[in-house]
């Protein structure tokens, strides 16, 4: 369980937590080991956002990290921190809060970072994506929805495109979660939490 | 669209238009730990994890079936995974 102190094993049983080793986290930027966001992939790596982008190799049980290179344009963008991840075949979407681009793709065969709608990647349509992102999920069809505190986004994987589904502007969106029933479950830090059906 | 909401959990069904508002209630033990929420996530057993400002609360076929409150520094919960 990543937590705003560090990565944190949780025993759902004793309901007990125990703390993980975070070295991998630059602790002069990040001194507390806020962790942003987990994933899990298929080939069981744990995927960890910070102030850069980290996975868990299953098999050495070693970190490799992506952080930002000023030398290099195609490493993660400059200041990114509170990474969200979200895979997606041979893509790793990135949400971030203060990049200036809010999404990124890391390309896993080129270890590349591309961004923003001037990439072109794949032949995405950029014109309308969050500046700041909370999360990301996909759902049954392979779309995604990304959380920003503006609102509620959404990628067509079929079109290829992005799309402002809905504006929340009062109220301060944190995360979603799709479901398998077609619901789209919506977090609030304001105190509220939306179940879409 | 957009909706004024004040607090607790809504369920919105798109098609109907209609919402189920959940919320907190401090005399009920079975109710959302907290509503202001820093992560949601589904486990593989379809249980719906809420981590909260106050701990973490479990909602499994429309009822919160455990929640554990926790000390303040470690309030803050963005997510977990279950294998």
Same mark, same amino acid.
């Given at each position: 369980?990543?937590?705003?102190? $560090? =990565? %944190?094993?949780? +025993? @759902?049983?004793?309901? !007990? &937590?125990?703390?993980?080793?975070? #070295?991998?986290? /630059?602790?002069? *930027? ?21 102030? $850069? =982008? %980290?996975?868990? +190799? @299953?098999?050495?049980? !070693? &970190?490799?990290?992506?952080?930002? #290179?000023?030398? /290099?344009?195609? *490493? ?122 | ?83």
């Amino acid at each position: 369980m990543g937590t705003d102190k $560090g =990565l %944190h094993l949780f +025993d @759902p049983v004793t309901m !007990k &937590f125990t703390m993980l080793f975070t #070295d991998f986290i /630059d602790v002069e *930027s990040n001194p507390e080991n806020k962790i942003s966001d987990l994933y899990d992939d298929e080939l069981n790596r744990l995927w960890v956002g910070s102030n $850069g =982008l %980290h996975y868990l +190799d @299953p098999g050495s049980w !070693k &970190f490799k990290s992506f952080v930002n #290179d000023p030398k /290099d344009t195609t *490493s993660l963008a400059l200041k990114a921190n509170g990474v969200i991840v979200q895979i997606d075949s041979a893509e790793c979407w990135c949400g971030t809060w203060n990049s200036n681009f809010g999404l990124e793709i890391l390309d896993f065969e080129a270890s590349k970072f591309y961004r923003g709608r001037n990439w072109d990647w794949k032949n995405k349509d950029w014109r309308i994506q969050p500046k700041f992102v909370n999360s990301i999920n996909k759902d049954k069809y392979g779309n995604l929805w990304f959380v920003s505190f503006r609102g509620l986004y959404f990628y067509n994987h079929e079109q290829n495109s992005f799309s402002f589904y809905i504006d929340f502007p009062i109220i301060s969106l944190t995360s979603s979660c799709p479901d398998n029933k077609g619901n789209i479950w919506l977090g609030s830090y304001g105190g509220d939490c939306i179940n879409l059906i | 669209m957009a909706w004024f909401l004040r607090g607790g959990l809504y369920q919105f069904n798109i098609k109907s238009k209609k919402s189920i508002v959940h919320k907190h209630n401090p005399n009920d033990d079975k109710s959302l730990v907290n509503n202001a929420i820093n992560q949601l996530y589904k486990d593989n057993h379809g249980t719906l994890w809420n981590t909260t400002d106050n701990g973490i609360s479990l909602l499994k076929s429309m009822e919160y079936i455990k929640r554990s409150k926790m000390a303040k520094k470690e309030r803050q919960l963005f997510k977990g995974l279950d294998y």
